[in-house]
């Protein structure tokens, strides 16, 4: 029987020749058969081999030369498929003017953002700010919900009325602080109608160079994180907002303080405790910006004797 180096170089010789097509009678398929079942058994040395009768042989067809590219395994290998494209990476042009002209052009900017038409997981309707651009105090959110798509301002409805009481409580209003959100347009969801769902990691991080402009913009001497995603966006990290609270944390050299979301409180609306722990942030706040604070305003919502 013919061993199959021999039969490779007799192959090789007839191509060198430029033989491209030999046939095959039945015996020289049947040496064909028995290399394979050979070289098959030194491939898989685990597995048995086990010899079945041959099969009604079909008709002689031509049988092409060796393939070079054969003994290039990648050359046989199926085309991987691509990687996502990552957004695009855009700079923000810088602005100029007053404070209000700078946050005038930021926004037309996020009106037309590359990153926000890549995800097209965000709707078309813009909510960015609202307040006071002068303001030493801003106030961060999540993201805007239907209340605030359908008032294009943030914290509009239920939640924006807990914010005025408890910036009321504080004797301040709503015109004399700067209140935004992290993400600027309101997250999609599929048959939406009065539903909000919290922003994706991908939406936050394409909406961050706005913020980051907006606190270099407004330059308060103070930002208040309200719940756990504006409060990630600007600290970073995987704390829970509880680890967070009750304490002084810096952006780029600007003290923060980290708190509930009033829709929080909205849940919670029997909750003491809750409303306590806000409370004693915003007391926080107030001593940081040396505000007057009375006893009657240091006592709110705590405990009954």
Wanted: hydrophobic letters at 40%; proline letters at 9%.
């Amino acid at each position: 029987m013919t061993s199959a180096p021999g039969l490779i170089d007799y192959l090789k010789h007839l191509q060198v020749k430029g033989q491209t097509h030999i046939h095959l009678d039945h015996d020289a398929k049947q040496v064909l058969r028995e290399l394979y079942k050979k070289a098959r058994a030194a491939r898989m040395p685990q597995q048995q081999v086990v010899n079945t009768p041959a099969q009604p042989v079909a008709p002689t067809k031509p049988v092409s030369a060796p393939n070079p590219d054969f003994a290039n395994p990648a050359a046989r290998l199926e085309p991987q498929p691509k990687k996502a494209a990552p957004l695009p990476v855009a700079k923000l042009t810088p602005t100029q003017g007053s404070i209000s002209e700078r946050l005038t052009a930021l926004k037309a900017q996020a009106s037309q953002w590359p990153a926000f038409a890549k995800l097209g997981t965000l709707r078309s309707t813009m909510v960015f700010s609202a307040g006071n651009p002068e303001a030493d105090i801003m106030l961060v959110g999540e993201a805007p919900g239907f209340q605030d798509e359908r008032a294009q301002s943030p914290f509009a409805g239920p939640a924006g009325d807990k914010l005025e009481g408890i910036l009321k409580a504080m004797g301040l209003s709503r015109d004399e602080v700067y209140i935004t959100n992290v993400v600027k347009y309101r997250p999609a969801m599929a048959d939406q109608s009065t539903g909000n769902r919290k922003p994706s990691e991908a939406e936050i991080s394409a909406s961050l160079p706005f913020l980051n402009e907006e606190i270099s913009i407004v330059q308060p001497k103070v930002i208040i994180a309200l719940g756990a995603t504006a409060a990630k966006s600007l600290l970073g990290g995987n704390g829970s907002l509880a680890s967070q609270r009750g304490a002084w944390h810096s952006y780029e050299g600007t003290p923060v303080r980290v708190s509930y979301h009033p829709s929080y409180l909205l849940h919670n609306e029997k909750s003491i405790s809750d409303k306590r722990q806000v409370w004693e942030d915003m007391l926080a706040v107030m001593e940081k910006m040396q505000m007057q604070i009375s006893e009657k305003q240091r006592g709110y919502f705590k405990p009954k004797a």
